[in-house]
């Protein structure tokens, strides 16, 4: 649908009325074979599909009148109870889904008492233009160093403004500055304040920008193994209860250690690194404000498998398209031992599989979906990298600065909830840590870029156990390989 941004608010009328006519059916009908979460998960993926491809082709109506105003919030609302109600059969959350099905049937039944057509009114505006930002970091971003503030003639000073506290004021002058200090790390909102003398002039705003320390830019390449930690290493996973395979690395000086590194291990969620990265360099050069924005904030934020199997028909044109791109990426990326065969639905391979190099305890071969401890670690280093402008890395994700600040933010928000607590974050408080979590009954899976104040350190652990394995027991195993990273005491 044509973007009505510049268009009358009768146009954006007629557009509003046209795609209602058009998705509700839809919308509506895969509803109903969703089932409020009793359907299949075919359903709940097409349920969910049907919502989200309505509320992108509602993002291009940005002006309808105002007695058109309130259908287009009830539809709005109706779509987000959809998405709701799939997102909590994904999770799995059954609040979350009876609240959507709550919400759902109150907007469709306000839906069916709205007038159509609904023209009347001064035009009234229904989606906010794109806020002026700093021009370092942007929304979204993983970032460390000075704030680089855009600065208008005549403006002569500023106030920064942190997660809505007033900080300090500074001198600027045109047509640039930097502001260094003042913020902490972690997650903020972060706005400067303009003023030319005692006069306000505008402001700029960048929001939900992680503040990494200053140590995160000392990165480097894997340099020297660690004997000593390869052994240290090898007793946490020869004495663990189950397979283990990790892998531990100091990016700041390139040393590094690991054990069973090369073991192929059931992968669940943790490929969907290949699915981001394609996906960032698809949809940039601002991912964050494009159509799937969405999709991929819930792809890293809880690991859904609905945004990442609509994902592949976005990157691909369909499922096994997607599937195809994805792949591609992970070979791009150095994860050759990866693989990414379909959508999220569990397919298991009989058979067993013999040890090679680096791969002295590998698990039974029981899904087709597998990565390794080595695939994991190169592609967080490569994302890590790229983030801080290193060329090697940029070349490598095929991501610009701002794209892989993007998708290491996103991994930064990372959600600790449930089983996507993973296995480190109970040990490391607050400190900052990029991470990508994949869990089965069988296995646990994390690997992660913590920021510690003395450099970033790399650390993966992928963990099973034939029968079933707990969150909380392989995340014991997490806290001893953090303590031998050096990251917890």
């Avoid at 394995?469 to 990273?485: D, F, N, Q, Y």
């Amino acid at each position: 649908m044509a973007s009505t941004s510049s268009a009358s608010p009768t146009t954006g009328d007629q557009a509003l009325l046209a795609l209602i006519r058009s998705s509700l059916p839809q919308v509506d009908s895969t509803s109903r074979d969703a089932d409020a979460g009793h359907g299949s998960p075919d359903a709940v993926q097409a349920q969910y599909d049907a919502a989200r491809d309505a509320q992108d082709a509602l993002r291009s109506i940005s002006l309808v009148s105002a007695g058109c105003r309130g259908l287009l919030a009830t539809f709005a609302r109706y779509l987000l109870a959809q998405v709701m109600q799939a997102e909590g059969f994904d999770r799995p959350s059954q609040s979350d889904l009876l609240e959507g099905v709550r919400l759902g049937a109150q907007a469709r039944s306000q839906l069916a008492k709205q007038d159509r057509p609904c023209s009347r009114g001064r035009p009234a505006r229904v989606t906010p233009i794109a806020p002026a930002e700093l021009a370092q970091p942007a929304s979204d971003e993983a970032f460390t160093g000075a704030l680089q503030v855009p600065v208008p003639r005549g403006v002569t000073r500023g106030v920064l403004v942190v997660d809505g506290h007033a900080v300090t004021t500074v001198p600027l002058r045109a047509p640039a500055a930097s502001i260094a200090g003042h913020v902490p790390v972690g997650r903020h909102d972060i706005e400067v304040r303009l003023y030319a003398g005692t006069r306000f002039v505008k402001h700029l705003a960048s929001h939900d920008v992680w503040l990494l320390p200053a140590s995160a830019r000392r990165l480097t390449s894997p340099r020297a193994r660690s004997r000593g930690l390869d052994a240290n290493l090898a007793v946490l996973g020869n004495t663990f209860d189950g397979n283990a395979a990790i892998w531990v690395e100091n990016l700041a000086d390139g040393s590094y250690g690991a054990w069973n590194e090369d073991a192929k291990f059931p992968a669940a969620s943790t490929v969907k690194l290949g699915v981001l990265i394609a996906a960032l360099a698809r949809f940039g050069p601002r991912p964050e404000r494009s159509i799937v924005a969405y999709d991929l904030e819930q792809l890293t934020g809880w690991s859904s498998n609905l945004a990442a199997n609509r994902m592949l028909v976005k990157l691909g044109g369909s499922e096994a398209g997607g599937a195809a791109v994805a792949q591609r990426t992970l070979a791009q990326l150095g994860a050759t031992s990866s693989t990414y065969p379909g959508d999220y639905r569990v397919g298991t391979v009989a058979g067993a599989r013999r040890a090679t190099r680096g791969a002295p305890d590998p698990p039974p071969f029981v899904s087709s979906r597998v990565t390794t401890a080595r695939d994991l670690a190169t592609i967080l280093r490569a994302l890590t990298r790229a983030a801080f402008g290193a060329p090697d890395a940029l070349r490598t994700t095929g991501l610009t600065v701002h794209e892989a600040r993007i998708g290491l933010g996103w991994l930064l928000s990372s959600q600790p909830r449930a089983d996507n607590l993973g296995l480190f974050r109970p040990w490391i408080g607050t400190t900052p840590m990029a991470q990508k979590n994949g869990w089965l009954n069988e296995a646990r899976h994390t690997a992660a870029v913590v920021f510690a104040p003395s450099g970033p350190r790399l650390v993966v652990l992928l963990t099973y156990r034939s029968g079933g394995l707990t969150r909380p027991e392989a995340a014991a195993l997490g806290r001893k390989i953090l303590k031998v990273a050096g990251v917890v005491r």
